[in-house]
């Protein structure tokens, strides 16, 4: 696929040739040997192996952050077969990546190294057009006929980096998988350059700077430098990456125009994320590296915070909560501060001051589900049960997902001798973490407690589930 750029009246034209190899919806899913259907599938598989070995930060703040920028660009683009869901890998090595059908990631490291949200947009554009030209279907689709689990394993150990980045070799292939078959999925630089081709063109279109991308990638570059082990998993997977900048430094210069953001860039807010990632977030040397921020700039009130952040990290709450108090003289009214204070207020056992400052949050911020965990759990140390089972009620409405939400919904309707709505919840929060017989145990107790007969109808189903996956996981075990 050819991309040419011509330039009107000091704007850029994009004539996009061929562009039904690129965009979904105009083909029919046969014109490829892999599905729309397959790759979902896929992925839910990557995302198996992705949860089990790594740490995906659930933070909302920043969560809703990348989300937010992923969806500024899709918003330019035309419609898509799937939605698109944005994760941060809590992993100090740069990187990014995408599966398929539309779920990227990128590395904390890597988040905490951009200095605006611009390069952020660079990189998560030239993933997503990974996506639309389903490059990654489609060298999964050349590999051998494997079962979706193992190349879903085979794939996550290829972009994530599993064994270093030294095992990942030139080819970036895993071999011995299947009587000495290989499995290639590093991208080409045809891949590459077709991907950065889209991303300036989708950056233009959603207001970004195009500058950005190139940014990120300098950034990216630079790591090698510093020796075979701290090549980043990002260079062996996405090659290419001298031609890659200077093929984005010719179109900036040929489209001087596109360098400047079109869109109104909350940089407050971009600072503001990138100080809870590395305080919340970051290893032993980011803390070294914000106790000298704070030094440098004792009044900064996000310094102190972040500061802040990293010392409750490591156990030190009471010079925490001074250091968050010094950055709340300054953001006295800012929300995400406050509900900090009181999450650490609350990890220091102040369970009144704990409610008091995420009641204040949430007045604010009333999506926040760090905010509401935390306040269902003070209300809970504080025996107004009836306020705290309230409150994780909104919190499930908000995000079904979160396991332990039904582990401390079982506790409150236990402590109230609510037997019937203990046990199914409680049987909800097994099930979700595999644990299969305890599980049913609790899903046959609720059963026995329920007479509504779609409650009763739902926990039949859940028992058949539970009861096939639990012969499944013997299997295994005997195997």
């Known amino acids: 696929m050819k991309i040419l750029c011509l330039k009107t009246k000091g704007k850029p034209v994009f004539f996009l040739f061929l562009i039904l190899f690129c965009v979904h919806t105009a083909i029919p899913n046969n014109l490829f040997g892999i599905t729309i259907k397959e790759e979902e599938e896929l992925s839910k598989e990557f995302l198996k192996v992705i949860e089990k070995r790594y740490d995906i930060i659930r933070d909302p703040l920043i969560t809703d952050y990348v989300n937010r920028v992923g969806h500024n660009i899709l918003s330019a683009m035309p419609p898509q077969p799937f939605p698109y869901h944005f994760y941060v890998v809590k992993q100090h090595v740069y990187n990014a990546f995408a599966t398929p059908a539309g779920h990227i990631f990128i590395n904390s490291g890597l988040l905490a190294a951009f200095d605006r949200e611009e390069e952020l947009a660079g990189i998560l554009a030239h993933e997503i057009a990974h996506v639309v030209c389903r490059h990654i279907s489609q060298r999964i689709d050349r590999a051998p006929k494997i079962g979706l689990a193992t190349l879903a394993g085979i794939a996550a150990g290829i972009f994530l980096g599993a064994g270093g980045t030294a095992a990942l070799g030139n080819a970036v292939a895993m071999g011995s998988i299947a009587a000495g078959q290989s499995v ?21 279109q959603s207001g970004y700077s195009a500058d950005g991308l190139l940014s990120a990638m300098k950034k990216i570059r630079s790591k090698q430098w510093f020796g075979t082990d701290q090549i980043p998993n990002y260079l062996m997977t996405h090659p290419a990456s001298e031609e890659r900048m200077a093929f984005i430094d010719s179109w900036i210069e040929n489209n001087p125009m596109a360098p400047e953001s079109k869109r109104n860039i909350d940089r407050k807010k971009f600072l503001l994320v990138k100080a809870t990632l590395m305080g919340k977030y970051g290893d032993e040397q980011t803390a ?6 704070v030094k440098a700039a004792p009044e900064d009130p996000l310094a102190n915070y972040a500061f802040a952040l990293a010392l409750a990290e490591n156990g030190n709450r009471k010079d925490a909560l001074k250091y968050l108090h010094k950055a709340l003289e300054k953001e006295a009214l800012n929300p995400y501060l406050i509900k900090e204070l009181g999450r650490i207020y609350f990890l220091d056992g102040a369970y009144e001051k704990a409610r008091n400052s995420l009641e204040g949050a949430i007045s604010v911020i009333p999506n926040d589900t760090e905010a509401l965990f935390y306040l269902g759990r003070s209300y809970m140390e504080l025996n107004q049960l009836e306020k705290a089972r309230d409150t994780f009620h909104t919190l499930l409405q908000k995000d079904p997902s979160d396991k332990e939400t039904y582990l401390f919904l079982g506790n409150i309707y236990g402590r109230q001798e609510k037997l019937g709505e203990a046990h199914y919840y409680l049987g909800i929060y097994y099930k979700m973490n595999n644990r299969w017989k305890t599980a049913a145990v609790h899903l046959t107790k609720a059963l026995q407690h329920t007479t509504d007969p779609k409650k009763k109808e739902e926990l039949e189903d859940m028992l058949k589930t539970v009861q096939k996956e639990s012969k499944r996981a013997a299997a295994e075990k005997r195997n």
């Open 184 to 204: 290639s999925l590093a991208f080409s630089r045809e891949d590459e350059l077709q991907a950065d081709q889209l991303a300036l063109d989708y950056l233009y």
């Open 288 to 293: 070294s590296v914000l106790q000298s921020q």
